[in-house]
């Protein structure tokens, strides 16, 4: 069984969050479940199933949203074995800490689960408001994988460099996304799907691009590992099977951070994406035939 | 870190960040703290105390107690009295844990007679008082009765038969506000908060049970009015809030003041998190209504874990609450702003004094303490780390002239909980406390590691700072041998 991937999303009160969400939801084709701190916007209407440490409402289309009512990592159990979702978004309130979820799903959850990425919402008009960056604020930028600077139709592209520039001083390893009204292509944020770009609800022009790199060959793991750690900043997420030494793994690339986990396969096939990839192509290509 | 050159020494516990260090201040910033105290401070927290320097209203100086470290902001161990006619109330100054706070009871039992009971003590505590981020308590009530809880505070439980009269003599405002308002809080507040009447929640929360032993006894004839009359003395002292309930109401109103603070009021902020709204605002109003029912939720529920505890050291030792002498000593607030009356440039001003992370600490004399106390000042009680141990202080006349009547509230974090689960790991922990005669049981490993002693400043620094500036005065040190950790 292949650990289920869990993402985490935070930002302020009024950045966005819920909006990101049912953006995601729209146009999921996977089983997502959505964990909040209350049903909210999310699931009006819809039939709430109490269980012991969680309560799950079904949505259309076989996505879930649960609210957690117990422990959370007994929760996380619980949601898993009831509901065996193929991608878990947690969403934080405005206010919580989520370094500590973070924590809990890289300790005592890490055989179910593995963190893939956490995305923080970061709202560019209040950024330009409030100059002094608040606590928690800070810790949400920190821990961020990846950042939407949303807000983009209330600021220019110039006040947004500034930003950037002033959030990278903070996190100089996250990948960035311009967003208006979290309009982002699920896909995309996530790396489902990349090979094909068909998708349902595409609203945004998306500039990111990819790449696919495929061998028979074993790669030393300890090479790999060092390209991992050297990948450009043009590449956020890269996914896919690798062979290194004697054994065969799952890849999880996301902006820095990566997990490898055993699994099963015969061949070397990677998938690398971000905004620029087709720049950095032929170096990472290059490397890689001398990580075997 | 080296104390920034902007950082100018007053005396030896008062520091000061002069006006000129920020566009925007009204008033000079303050910490209290020995030397050491400030060096060990972040520069986010020079950064929050002086933001809080520039709230509209702010009387004199923005504080920051010995204890502080950076929080949601405000510096938690932050204090900011602003004028109530034209100044703002702002829930980052109260944090989310709306009255978190601390309670204290005395037993006529000393560390010799629960020595045999210990685990069984322990398992009772940790079975009768719930503890963990999603737990729930025995009390099970309907909205509309909840909202009546949060309008009254811990005079439902005592009317519900949860307590003892004089416990409610013996709480900061007699346990239950006046100035609350049920009609201004969310529904979501109240479902958050529903089942949560009797818990500890999770955190740095905790019930430990405690020995005072002679040789850490401070002002004899203090700590005897306070309760505290035999050597080796078993007290229980424990520190929760308004779980969600609380969180639920803080985000509600900042939400609220996010929309209305510049658009209406031209109030201009640095930090979002200090969102506020002028206090004599319908908005302001709102919230301080809302607010205080959140410090009556809290009483409530430390009204209810007291007689929680009180039954299990009745089915343990087999004697009633009442022969076994379980008085409450104090309950304080930590997170909330009040209405109080200070000398402002020789005239009486009505002030709405925010204390996150702080404690009241009137002297004697003052109508607000307790008749029983009133010659000696208010208890303080000031929880430590798990492993350092704790304080009962007294307040006094000089917290009064200096901090607004506040001082520090435990011995605040050198470390974020994410850098302490690195450190530390809970299951070693708990064996090494115990080698130590410290008793632990918790619903978390890791969160056990986040409250790790390494993790805090040296209590005993804390209160010394606040003694020799005059903020409190030492009683009793009190040392652990249980801990429920939330």
Not at chain 1, 176 to 185: H, K, L, V
Not at chain 1, 236 to 250: H, I, M, N, Q
Not at chain 2, 441 to 451: I, N, Q
Request: charged content about 25%.
């Amino acid at each position: 069984m292949t650990k289920i991937p869990i993402s985490i999303i935070t930002g302020y009160l009024g950045s966005g969050k819920t909006t990101l969400l049912k953006n995601i939801l729209k146009d999921a084709d996977k089983k997502i479940a959505v964990v909040m701190n209350e049903f909210g916007e999310i699931a009006v209407d819809s039939k709430i199933i109490k269980g012991k440490n969680i309560e799950i409402a079904e949505l259309s289309g076989g996505c879930v949203c649960c609210s957690i009512s117990g422990e959370f990592g007994l929760a996380i159990k619980e949601l898993i074995r009831k509901v065996r979702p193929e991608l878990i978004i947690l969403e934080t309130t405005g206010v919580a800490d989520p370094e500590n979820l973070v924590d809990d799903i890289q300790t005592t959850l890490s055989d179910l689960v593995f963190l893939d990425a956490a995305i923080t919402v970061v709202d560019a008009d209040g950024f330009l408001k409030f100059p002094s960056i608040g606590h928690t604020g800070r810790v949400q930028i920190e821990m961020a994988d990846i950042i939407l600077l949303n807000k983009m139709d209330l600021v220019s592209e110039s006040q947004a460099d500034e930003i950037e520039l002033k959030v990278k001083q903070i996190n100089p390893k996250a990948y960035f996304f311009r967003t208006r009204n979290c309009e982002i292509d699920f896909h995309t944020i996530f790396g489902f799907n990349v090979g094909n770009k068909q998708t349902k609800g595409h609203k945004q022009h998306i500039t990111e691009s990819w790449f696919s790199y495929e061998s028979k060959f074993r790669m030393v793991r300890s090479k790999f590992e060092t390209f991992l750690k050297a990948l450009p900043k043009e590449i956020f997420r890269a996914k896919g099977f690798v062979l290194l030494d004697e054994k065969s793994y799952l890849l999880q690339y996301v902006a820095g951070r990566y997990e490898l986990e055993p699994f099963k396969t015969d061949l070397n096939q990677i998938v690398f994406i971000g905004n620029g990839a087709d720049n950095v192509k032929d170096k990472i290509l290059r490397v890689l035939e001398h990580c075997h | 870190m080296p104390i920034p050159d902007f950082v100018k020494r007053i005396n030896d516990y008062v520091w000061e960040i002069p006006v000129s260090y920020k566009d925007g201040m009204r008033v000079p910033a303050r910490i209290i703290a020995s030397k050491k105290l400030v060096e060990e401070m972040d520069m986010q927290v020079y950064d929050q105390v002086t933001n809080v320097a520039t709230l509209p209203g702010l009387q004199k100086y923005a504080y920051c107690m010995p204890d502080g470290h950076s929080g949601y902001g405000f510096p938690i161990g932050g204090v900011a009295a602003m004028d109530a006619e034209t100044g703002v109330i702002s829930p980052g100054g109260v944090g989310f844990d709306i009255n978190c706070g601390m309670r204290l009871v005395t037993t006529n039992l000393n560390y010799d007679d629960i020595k045999p009971r210990m685990k069984e003590l322990l398992d009772m505590l940790f079975k009768k008082v719930p503890a963990g981020v999603g737990s729930t308590g025995f009390v099970k009530l309907t909205p509309q009765k909840f909202r009546e809880v949060v309008q009254i505070g811990a005079k439902w439980a005592i009317e519900n038969g949860y307590g003892w009269k004089e416990d409610l003599e013996r709480t900061e405002e007699e346990g239950c506000s006046k100035f609350a308002d049920q009609t201004k809080v969310s529904d979501k507040a109240i479902a958050r908060g529903l089942d949560q009447i009797g818990t500890l929640g999770s955190g740095n929360h905790y019930l430990e049970v405690q020995v005072a032993k002679p040789e850490n006894v401070f002002d004899k004839e203090i700590a005897k009015a306070y309760g505290i009359t035999q050597p080796n003395q078993v007290v229980i002292m424990f520190h929760c809030g308004s779980r969600g309930f609380g969180h639920q109401v803080a985000t509600d109103y900042l939400n609220t003041f996010l929309k209305v603070m510049e658009p209406k009021y031209g109030i201009k902020i640095l930090d979002r998190e200090l969102a506020c709204a002028p206090f004599k605002s319908p908005e302001g109003q709102d919230y301080f209504a809302a607010m205080n029912c959140g410090l009556n939720m809290s009483f409530a529920n430390r009204q209810v874990i007291l007689h929680r505890i009180r039954e299990v050291f009745e089915s343990v030792f087999k004697k009633s609450a009442e022969d076994l002498e379980m008085r409450q000593v104090y309950d304080v607030a930590h997170n909330t702003a009040k209405l109080e009356k200070y000398e402002i440039d020789g005239k009486m001003k009505e002030l709405i004094v925010h204390r996150k992370g702080a404690t009241r600490a009137f002297g004697p004399g003052n109508p607000e303490v307790p008749k029983i106390y009133r010659k000696y000042g208010q208890p303080v009680i000031l929880g430590g780390s798990m492993e350092t141990g704790s304080y009962l202080l007294a307040g006094t006349k000089g917290a009064e002239e200096l901090t607004f009547g506040s001082t520090a509230h435990g011995s605040g974090r050198t470390m974020s909980r994410t850098q302490a689960k690195r450190e530390f790991r809970g299951e070693v922990l708990q064996k090494q406390m115990e080698a130590r005669g410290i008793l632990v049981k918790t619903m978390s490993y890791p969160g056990l590691a986040e409250e790790a002693g390494g993790a805090y400043k040296d209590v005993h620094a804390v209160v010394e700072a606040c003694e020799n500036a005059g903020i409190s005065k030492r009683v009793v040190s009190l040392v652990p041998v249980l801990n429920v950790k939330g």
